[in-house]
């Protein structure tokens, strides 16, 4: 139960963004992890997808704060936000780097 109520608030991270499975023209590529667990479990949840690069902050921005508000309780609760901030970093520099690669017209 608590698993599927997880991946409801994981979902919901992505309305109101058009991300995609697959590959696009403008789209830039996203790897990131959630985190969710209560005090002797800690579940990890990797999320690849392709988004413009605004609706790609937009949803790794939200699920950030998924992983600090549900991994709060998951064993290994004081690396979680390390973890995730670290992710949300390196992605913001490779949105940046992708848009950079991109020929603008």
Not at 2 to 9: E, H, P
Not at 30 to 35: E, G, N, P, R, S
Not at 77 to 86: D, F, H, K, Y
Request: with cysteine.
């Amino acid at each position: 139960w608590f698993g599927s109520i997880a991946n409801r608030a994981i979902m919901r991270s992505f309305e109101g963004a058009a991300a995609s499975p697959t590959p696009g023209p403008g789209l830039v590529h996203v790897i990131f992890h959630t985190y969710y667990g209560i005090l002797v479990f800690t579940h990890q949840v990797e999320h690849e997808f392709w988004a413009t690069p605004d609706d790609a902050r937009l949803v790794f921005s939200r699920l950030n704060r998924f992983n600090l508000k549900w991994g709060f309780f998951a064993y290994g609760a004081v690396i979680i936000p390390i973890l995730s901030l670290g992710n949300y970093w390196v992605q913001l520099a490779r949105i940046r780097k992708q848009c950079a690669r991109t020929p603008h017209d």
